[in-house]
């Protein structure tokens, strides 16, 4: 079992030295040497401040949420739920452990499993429909990225972002998606099509649960804004390193357009795809050749420290067999 975990361990390593070595290499330019020269420590305080804050409101966040389902979490058992997400989602395919492993600690803590499936599902949902919402705001306020696009085509898209959380929300009122579902998988095996309909069921029972507490749902929701903007921002806190002039509101809205991709990206974390993305986004706004050493302080301080902290608690919690533990666990669901 240990076997495993440190191949695991060893494999992911190995990429992520890849893709950062590959991040920098294909962006640097010797004028970023100038930039790096007068690079100021002090801002990776800021970042990782940043991220604390980040971290203790999704922490609070997860509080909320188990007291919409009448359940009590200590401090300690929410560090534990909070940071697992980040080590099983990592050295899991598509990051599918990342729900299990909170699945696994709330379980420790008590709670009923269908009750901490809720809670981390509505958790998901919350992140991406804030994302979701947010989209507008960034199309019209970062021109550079939409210049070519018509202010007709921009007010459409902005209805549609918008009102998709809306609509979703009444149709899980209705009977229509089950009769799709029904439909789209009639041709699959029974066990996709289990599947398919258990984590339709999920769904709508977070939806069924927030709308019974609707002021705590709120309150959860403003939390998980918070959370990842906090989060989001160890970006510009290591742009104030780099002594250049940038734009807030700019350089938060594009960390909003990668990250909401990185919630359907096929790969653990989202590891290639969230660099890749972050030189795209911001080679227009960074001092040349700079970017990609921007990027891999953003998955370094973001990603990959609340991994390690993550490691910590799920090994010393479930000893070296976690991830066969997770794969039994996911394969129950």
């Known amino acids: 079992m240990r076997k495993k975990l440190l191949f695991r361990l060893a494999v992911l390593l190995v990429c992520i030295l890849l893709i950062s070595a590959a991040a920098i290499y ?26 604390a804050v980040g971290l203790l409101f999704d922490g609070l966040r997860l509080v909320t949420l188990a007291q919409v389902t009448d359940e009590s979490l200590s401090y300690r058992e929410v560090v534990n739920v909070v940071l697992s997400n980040y080590f099983l989602a990592l050295v899991t395919p598509g990051a599918s452990g990342g729900a299990i492993a909170q699945v696994m600690f709330m379980r420790r803590a ?11 599902l509505v958790r998901t949902v919350m992140s991406i429909f804030f994302l979701i919402l947010m989209v507008p705001w960034v199309l019209f306020t ?53 599947r398919s309909f258990r984590l339709y069921h999920d769904f709508k029972m977070a ?18 804004g918070l959370s990842l903007l906090f989060i989001y921002g160890t970006v510009p806190a290591y742009f104030t390193g780099l002594n250049f002039s940038f734009d807030l509101p700019q350089v938060m809205g594009r960390m909003i357009l990668i990250n909401l991709i990185l919630y359907f990206s096929p790969t653990p974390g989202g590891s290639g795809v969230a660099e890749a993305g972050f030189c795209v986004l911001f ?3 960074l001092p040349a050749g700079t970017e990609g050493i921007m990027a891999v302080l953003w998955r370094f301080t973001a990603e990959y420290l609340p ?11 479930f000893g070296a067999n976690v991830l066969n ?7 129950e669901q």
Not at 26 to 42: K, N, S, V
């Open 207 to 224: 939806f069924v649960v927030m709308g019974r507490h609707p002021f705590k749902v709120v309150r959860a929701f403003i939390e998980s």
């Open 307 to 317: 991994f390690l902290l993550g490691a910590v608690v799920s090994i010393r919690a």
């Open 142 to 194: 970062d021109r550079d990225i939409v210049t070519w696009v018509p202010t007709s085509v921009l007010v459409l898209l902005s209805v549609f972002f918008i009102s998709l959380p809306i609509a979703t929300f009444f149709l899980m009122r209705t009977t229509w998606p089950e009769r799709i579902i029904y439909k789209v998988t009639g041709r699959f095996s029974h066990s996709i099509r289990r």
């Open 283 to 285: 080679t227009n706004l």
């Open 26 to 51: 294909f962006t640097f330019d010797i004028r970023a040497l100038e930039y790096l020269t007068l690079f100021q420590p002090g801002c990776i305080l800021l970042a990782l401040a940043s991220l």
């Open 325 to 331: 533990i997770a794969a039994a666990k996911e394969a």
């Open 110 to 120: 008590g709670v009923p499993v269908a009750k901490a499936t809720v809670v981390i």
